[in-house]
């Protein structure tokens, strides 16, 4: 593990691992190293590219300043692209995917961009969902319950209540309750979950978005909007997959993605 040093002043911690062009992943909500996709997906791809996994502000053994700001957190992807050359490719999954589109936009680091079902919602229907889980994620982290904006969260993601009540048994559940003040970041850089389109409209770098065939029809279609919002945008569709994705499944569209 290393860490740099954000302008802000935070330490965020990150390993690199083999060797070859740089690629960046980057975690979605409640997701750090060791506990969340990328280290299966950075063991796929070592032998292809130098990759970087990395906590977020606020995770695992990254540092957290407050106040939170989106543009904070900006500075902290773009200073590991620094550490990584000045020039990277990034894969995004999730709600990291909205971190990645706001880096892009506002450096050119970037050189191409890989999101991985970015929960945005293209149904005008399914906003009101999305606020109604920004009131109570707000409420539970401003009494400081933070179990129950825990399980806000899974409520809004769709796991079944009577899973998450067994989930708030177990001794892991600790774990989700340290983090749970970064479920507020994710959802800031959502944005309250429309299509940032004019931000995505100033990103002219190669971009793919990809979608799992088996997940849910409104991410699919969000998947397909944020790829047409993007200048340079594709869409790819993974048969069989959903939001619970295989790494090796994905990891040789990145490979055919990042190196060509």
């Given at each position: 593990?290393?860490?740099?040093?954000?302008?802000?002043?935070?330490?965020?911690?990150?390993?690199?691992?083999?060797?070859?062009?740089?690629?960046?992943?980057?975690?979605?909500?409640?997701?750090y190293?060791?506990?969340?996709?990328?280290?299966?997906?950075?063991?796929?791809?070592?032998?292809?590219?130098?990759?970087?996994?990395?906590d977020?502000?606020?995770?695992?053994?990254?540092?957290d300043?407050?106040?939170?700001?989106?543009?904070?957190?900006?500075?902290?992807?773009?200073?590991?692209?620094?550490?990584?050359?000045?020039?990277?490719?990034?894969?995004?999954?999730?709600?990291?995917?909205?971190?990645?589109?706001?880096?892009?936009?506002?450096?050119?680091?970037?050189?191409?961009?890989?999101?991985?079902?970015?929960?945005?919602?293209?149904?005008?229907?399914?906003?009101?969902?999305?606020d109604?889980?920004?009131?109570?994620?707000?409420?539970?982290?401003?009494?400081?319950?933070?179990?129950?904006?825990?399980?806000?969260?899974?409520?809004?993601?769709?796991?079944?209540?009577?899973?998450?009540?067994?989930?708030?048994?177990?001794?892991?559940?600790?774990?989700?309750?340290?983090?749970?003040?970064?479920?507020?970041?994710?959802?800031?850089?959502?944005?309250?979950?429309?299509?940032?389109?004019?931000?995505?409209?100033?990103?002219?770098?190669?971009?793919?978005?990809?979608?799992?065939?088996?997940?849910?029809?409104?991410?699919?279609?969000?998947?397909?909007?944020?790829?047409?919002?993007?200048?340079?945008?594709?869409?790819?569709?993974?048969?069989?997959?959903?939001h619970?994705?295989?790494?090796?499944?994905?990891?040789?569209?990145?490979?055919?993605?990042?190196?060509?």
């Open positions: 593990m290393t860490v740099l040093t954000s302008p802000d002043g935070t330490t965020i911690a990150y390993t690199r691992s083999g060797d070859g062009p740089p690629l960046i992943l980057v975690d979605g909500a409640m997701c190293r060791g506990a969340g996709p990328m280290d299966a997906m950075a063991a796929l791809m070592q032998d292809a590219f130098t990759v970087y996994t990395y977020r502000r606020g995770r695992g053994a990254s540092a300043t407050l106040p939170y700001a989106v543009e904070r957190e900006v500075e902290d992807l773009a200073a590991l692209v620094e550490v990584a050359g000045g020039e990277a490719g990034v894969y995004a999954m999730s709600s990291g995917g909205a971190l990645a589109l706001a880096t892009a936009a506002a450096t050119p680091g970037i050189a191409r961009l890989a999101l991985y079902e970015p929960p945005y919602t293209a149904e005008a229907g399914l906003q009101d969902r999305a109604q889980y920004t009131t109570e994620l707000t409420d539970a982290l401003g009494e400081n319950r933070r179990g129950d904006a825990v399980a806000a969260f899974m409520s809004y993601v769709g796991v079944p209540a009577p899973v998450v009540a067994g989930l708030r048994a177990q001794p892991g559940w600790e774990r989700f309750e340290a983090i749970a003040p970064t479920l507020a970041y994710d959802n800031a850089l959502m944005g309250g979950s429309r299509i940032p389109r004019a931000l995505t409209a100033s990103i002219g770098v190669p971009g793919l978005v990809v979608t799992g065939g088996a997940s849910p029809e409104f991410l699919q279609n969000a998947g397909s909007a944020v790829a047409d919002a993007l200048p340079a945008g594709a869409h790819a569709t993974l048969a069989g997959q959903t619970d994705l295989d790494a090796s499944a994905l990891a040789p569209v990145l490979r055919e993605f990042f190196l060509h």
